[in-house]
């Protein structure tokens, strides 16, 4: 088991007691606002168990029947994470409408705060964790399972501070209000990650960051080259593909043609970690006068 597939297994087991925790809560007060809190939770189980997968199987690398490797499987994920937390916020408003029209008052809520605040508190440093490990390592799964998680934890202050308010003053719809506002919060994050997700499965090209340090790179690596066009790239998870055409002189030999090549492929595999670099090289009649422009940094 490699270490991105240990932490998302580890987040199914926290996500798992936080739950109990909430349901707790939600069980000794009989809150609305609460009991959706905890249904967000349950969510959060399902996706870390579904990153997990999605992890374990995005490691296999490629085979006969997935050349470029099963990295997209994170974004399926993803999309899989959001279309379950659009099915909770429905479950939410579904909930917090009843209980508008019929609020019932509170029991044991200060104990029932303070669990739930207890099973905040610990979702806010796993998530801040996971998400700072899914962006590092660059895995969309746990990265999304992270924000989710975050999102969990806002949702879940206003719960907490939604009904401190209803406690005092007595305003007992206060309690689905709350639940309402938790379904739309969610529902919004839930839209994010489908929307990051689709465009990873539609093969969309890195960001602008990153495209300008992969032809400063091939700038500055390309010593000898007459000129880099057609770039290319697609994300598909921790992987960044990059494909282009490089323009040699027609004298040059194909063995000095691959030192050039193999001397930028190593560049950018260190300015963009995971990359995949293909290279096509052409002789200067099929220079297009466009793309990448050359400098010279090696003798």
Not at 74 to 100: D, M, P
Not at 175 to 201: C, E, M, N, P, Q
Request: aromatic share 8%.
């Amino acid at each position: 088991m490699n270490a991105l597939s240990r932490y998302a297994l580890q987040s199914v087991g926290v996500a798992a007691f936080v739950l109990a925790l909430k349901w707790l809560a939600a069980a000794l007060t009989g809150s609305v606002a609460l009991w959706s809190d905890a249904l967000e939770s349950i969510i959060n189980v399902v996706v870390a168990a579904v990153a997990y997968f999605a992890l374990r199987l995005s490691a296999k690398g490629a085979d006969a029947n997935h050349q470029f490797g099963h990295y997209k499987v994170e974004y399926f994920s993803a999309v899989l994470e959001g279309a379950l937390i659009a099915v909770a916020a429905l479950a939410i408003f579904r909930e917090a409408t009843a209980s508008f029209f019929d609020p019932k008052p509170l029991d044991a809520p200060i104990l029932g705060l303070a669990i739930n605040g207890v099973a905040t508190v610990i979702n806010a440093g796993w998530g801040w964790h996971l998400t700072r490990i899914g962006r590092r390592e660059r895995s969309p799964a746990l990265y999304a399972d992270g924000q989710h998680v975050l999102s969990d934890v806002i949702s879940s202050l206003g719960v907490i501070l939604g009904l401190i308010a209803a406690v005092l003053t007595g305003w007992l719809w206060l309690d689905a209000v709350i639940a309402a506002f938790v379904g739309a919060y969610i529902l919004t994050t839930g839209w994010r990650l489908v929307k990051h997700s689709i465009g990873g499965l539609m093969d969309a090209a890195a960001d602008s960051e990153t495209l300008a340090a992969i032809k400063t790179t091939i700038g500055t690596e390309a010593n000898g080259a007459l000129e880099a066009h057609d770039l290319r790239t697609r994300a598909a998870g921790p992987v960044t593909f990059i494909e282009f055409h490089l323009v040699v002189p027609a004298s040059m030999t194909v063995s000095t043609a691959h030192d050039i090549c193999d001397r930028i492929e190593s560049a950018l595999m260190r300015v963009v970690p995971g990359a995949r670099v293909t290279i096509h090289v052409e002789p200067e009649d099929k220079a297009k006068h466009a793309g990448v422009s050359m400098r010279s940094s090696h003798a």
